[in-house]
């Protein structure tokens, strides 16, 4: 049986909007804010993520796991980013020391030592808007929508009627497969597994996690089986399909899509003209 995401009803802004309209928006959303290294252009885009988090009526107890894991995944690359320098290389070439810190002890004759620029600093800074809202738009999807306007959505948009089911499968693939596992490790621990007491290297662990492993894959592939001779019996693939839910634009939806073709045309055009590279301000080199 498939699962789906904690989808729930709620006033909020995405579910405003029809579920073609706001996919399109957020692609839109995705590719405009990659064009893009300067801070001042991506406050745009984070201003834009934070509104719609604010108005998803989405509450923090239903997805603190994912906003601490978005959290500690954007600080840990981008702090490390910021000790190392990499990846900024390719957008800056010189570098303005503010400050260097030393620590107060050596490692065998060796004390260790952090440039603090200018340049690390703002691509840092202009790393994390960038991330959070590329994160942030991208985790509310699965929260805000209808699982079950997935493939009429695709459809909708579209794609060969494969392609839509085919996305319609793999959105509910995780949360079932998580559930799977969660299942799987319960029945094991009521036999007596206790997985928070593997030892050994890693390949000992990966082969003591066995019980774990190999039924859900298993589960996962007579599941699939069982989804492939249900298409099958219902002739899936001979014909165009029909859909018992009809998804229908409103004008709200075509002013979206609208303001979403005019955010990736004049994303583009200022990429065009040289704007929208990384910046500093003058001041601070100066």
Do not use: C
Not at 87 to 93: D, L, N, P, S
């Amino acid at each position: 049986m498939l699962v789906t995401w904690r989808y729930k009803k709620r006033r909020s802004l995405i579910q405003w909007f029809d579920p073609r309209a706001w996919l399109i928006f957020f692609t839109s959303f995705i590719f405009s804010t990659l064009f893009f290294w300067d801070l001042r252009f991506l406050s745009f885009f984070l201003a834009i993520a934070l509104l719609v988090v604010f108005t998803s009526g989405i509450r923090w107890s239903e997805m603190r796991r994912a906003w601490l894991f978005i959290g500690g995944f954007v600080f840990f690359f981008t702090f490390l980013t910021f000790l190392t320098g990499r990846g900024g290389m390719e957008v800056y070439a010189n570098e303005h020391l503010i400050r260097r810190l030393e620590a107060p002890f050596t490692l065998f004759g060796w004390r260790p030592a952090i440039d603090v620029t200018v340049e690390r600093s703002f691509f840092a800074l202009s790393q994390m808007a960038r991330v959070f809202s590329l994160a942030s738009m991208t985790i509310l999807i699965p929260y805000s929508l209808n699982p079950a306007s997935y493939g009429i959505a695709f459809r909708g948009l579209g794609f060969p009627d494969k392609i839509a089911y085919a996305m319609d499968l793999t959105m509910r693939f995780i949360p079932t497969y998580g559930r799977d596992f969660q299942l799987t490790l319960d029945a094991q621990r009521a036999r007596g597994y206790e997985l928070e007491k593997l030892s050994g290297g890693l390949f000992a662990q990966v082969r003591k996690m066995a019980p774990l492993i190999v039924p859900v894959t298993i589960h996962a592939i007579i599941g699939s089986e069982d989804i492939i001779d249900a298409m099958d019996l219902r002739a899936f693939g001979v014909g165009p399909r029909t859909w018992i839910d009809q998804l229908h634009y409103r004008h709200r939806d075509r002013i979206l899509i609208a303001l979403a073709i005019l955010l990736f045309v004049a994303s583009l055009l200022l990429t065009f003209i040289g704007l929208g590279e990384f910046w500093v301000p003058p001041a601070l080199i100066s």
